[in-house]
């Protein structure tokens, strides 16, 4: 019933706001910037050589009536400005927050009732959903479903972020008393590794947090359950990391039996470099380095792969030879969070090594898959946008973008590079704007979705409240209160939310993947909940690629063992001391935006609406 209040308040406040903006562009048709210059058809991201072979543009899109409002009646900049600019006010930011808080708990509410034990919720039907027993092959099942509640697991920090210490408590007994890992399925390294070890790591550390910022979130007579049972999912997953001659991981695992014998010699660089974050924290928090050593070695050997001339990483990986089997660099799918745990096992752990790994990448990202003008909000050209190249010539591959690249603009104000972020984060944005949500694929010379299913993910709410909290700018508050509104109108379903199974015709599939409760209520929450103890200083947290808190505090830069690369250069390798850490709040370590532009648009009007027109919005 509070539920229902708060969506209706919502929607009579946004009829408000658009209405009122009806009336003044039509009350002030000058307030329309003018153009100066007719935009270029998307081929000028291509060079003269791509535009000649073959990627021609073209025509065709349709306009959405729900975004009519945001045109305006004159199709002017000027509405840009009205939209957008200006305070937010503060009690629809409250509304926004407890919607947000809502929708967690009706997807949350709705997996507990209808689904536990099993791993996911089915919307639609209302039933739980484990393993694909029937079909081993079925790998978007069976990578992620281990028969082991992964949604409970996975939902754990949330609940703490919300301040529900009760059912946080009661959840984190469940998961003492119910979920063993002792079981017949075969998963993915990497996902049970992000989903699973992260979110038991996470929720070890709030539980045994002496300072309890989110309220009681201490469990009686905790005798650090969760921490053992991440060493044990931990112990079974080792066995991806023996028998392969580069030491990058075998992709996939059976908990009970090791790789299977008929297993796949192939991985994905993001699969096979993404764990030391988790597998980091695990060997310092138990003073044991094998699951630091393996998953550093992982790293280091993809790192030696990287091709000469570009610097580049390609997308799949032979383990066994080391030969490139996917040639594509880019920043979204197989290659995403390699990028992002460079600069992150870095702000946990400090070894300088991993920071100058992500600086060489970053240079090369740079160099050779950024295209557009070269500063975001200056200039001429068309907008900046990474694309994907062969690693080895920096060639274009295709002219499509993937929803997960939307979590780039987020690393890079952890970077400090928070004007690119701005120009990316309104490109994903304008997509969203467009379809209500993020196609799979983008193809940004078609303007068309290439892959147009919407799993709930993450990535740009994520990018969106990380920007928030780097700028303040409210711009980012209408942005969260845009997704909040189109998860609630199109993905709702009778016991949960929904994957889109198509983004323009807007059809449902029967599937809540866990990373909508552990990543994308989350982030919204947090981006309208202002006092929440995440932002205030003195915390430092840091976000796995699951969206899992960590804390990030001295006992993960010291490590009780000397040195797992015992090398003569690792040796000399410098450290950072624990009080050289940067702040991870964004505080203070970023290239801030200045203060004087704090309520004006992040992006210049004239920019926002070549990227709307970009991707076929106007
Ligand atoms: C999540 O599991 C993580 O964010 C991962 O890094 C990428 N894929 C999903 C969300 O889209």
Redesign the pocket.
């Known amino acids: 019933m509070r539920w229902r209040s708060v969506v209706l308040g919502l929607v009579v406040l946004r009829l408000g706001l658009h209405a009122l903006l009806w009336l003044l562009s039509g009350l002030a048709p000058g307030l329309g910037l003018r153009f100066p210059w007719a935009l270029p058809p998307p081929s000028r991201w291509l060079g003269r050589a791509e535009a000649e072979s073959g990627f021609a543009p073209t025509a065709g899109r349709c306009w959405g009536p729900h975004w009519a409002a945001l045109r305006g009646r004159n199709g002017g900049g000027g509405e840009y400005e009205q939209r957008y600019s200006g305070a937010f006010p503060g009690p629809l930011r409250a509304q926004l927050r407890d919607a947000a808080r809502g929708m967690f708990a009706f997807g949350y509410d709705g997996y507990m009732h209808h689904a536990f034990p099993h791993d996911e919720l089915d919307p639609i039907h209302c039933r739980g959903r484990g393993p694909d027993r029937r079909d081993p092959s079925n790998l978007n099942i069976n990578d992620v479903l281990g028969n082991y509640s992964l949604t409970l697991i996975d939902a754990l920090d949330t609940l703490a972020v919300m301040g529900n210490s009760s059912e946080f408590q009661k959840a984190v007994k469940l998961v003492i008393d119910t979920v063993s890992f002792d079981k017949d399925s075969t998963v993915q390294v990497f996902?049970a590794t992000?989903?699973i070890l992260g979110s038991l790591l996470s929720a070890h550390i709030i539980i045994t947090d002496t300072k309890q910022p989110f309220g009681d979130m201490a469990i009686k007579d905790y005798d650090n359950e969760l921490l053992h049972m991440a060493r044990d999912l931990a112990v079974r997953l080792l066995p991806a990391f023996e028998n392969t001659k580069t030491g990058i991981p075998y992709p996939r695992v059976n908990l009970k039996n090791g790789v299977p014998p008929d297993s796949n010699n192939e991985t994905c660089t993001?699969g096979a470099g993404?764990l030391l974050v988790e597998f980091g924290m695990l060997s310092r928090l138990l003073g044991d380095s094998t699951f630091e050593w393996v998953a550093r070695r992982a790293v280091k050997a993809l790192w030696n792969l990287r091709s000469n001339d570009t610097g580049l990483l390609g997308n799949v990986v032979n383990i066994q030879t080391g030969h490139w089997v996917g040639k594509q660099s880019g920043l979204g799918a197989g290659s995403?969070?390699f990028y992002?745990y460079l600069l992150k096992s870095y702000i946990l752990f400090g070894e300088k090594e991993d920071l100058e790994m992500f600086n060489d990448a970053y240079r090369s990202i740079q160099n050779h898959l950024r295209r557009g003008r070269e500063a975001c909000n200056e200039g001429e050209g068309d907008p900046p946008l990474y694309v994907n190249v062969n690693m080895f010539n920096g060639q274009l591959m295709n002219t499509w973008i993937d929803?997960?690249q939307a979590?780039f603009p987020g690393l890079q104000v952890l970077k400090g590079d928070v004007e690119d972020a701005i120009c990316l984060h309104a490109f994903y944005y304008a997509i969203w704007k467009r379809y209500g949500a993020l196609p799979e694929r983008y193809n940004w010379q078609l303007q068309a979705p290439d892959v147009p299913f919407y799993?709930l993910?993450?990535?740009l709410v994520?990018s969106t409240y990380l920007l928030y909290q780097a700028t303040k700018n409210p711009f980012y508050l209408h942005v969260g209160m845009d997704i909040l509104e189109s998860l609630e109108k199109y993905t709702k379903a009778k016991c949960g939310y929904a994957t889109l199974h198509h983004v323009v015709e807007k059809s449902k599939e029967d599937r809540m993947?866990s990373?909508f409760l552990s990543?994308t209520c989350k982030y919204l929450y947090l981006l309208f909940d202002e006092e929440n103890p995440v932002h205030k200083s003195g915390n430092k947290y840091l976000f796995t690629?699951?969206?899992h808190i960590v804390s990030v505090d001295k006992r993960f830069r010291d490590s009780v063992w000397q040195d797992i690369f015992p090398e003569e250069e690792e040796k000399n390798a410098p450290k950072l001391k624990p009080n050289e850490v940067k702040a991870v709040n964004l505080s203070s370590n970023c290239n801030r935006v200045p203060d004087e532009r704090r309520y004006l648009l992040p992006l210049k009007s004239i920019y926002m609406r070549q990227i709307d027109q970009m991707v076929g919005l106007i």
């Open positions: 996902e992000i989903r993001a993404s995403d969070s992002e929803s997960l979590f799993p993910r993450p990535e994520e993947e990373f990543e690629t699951e969206g």
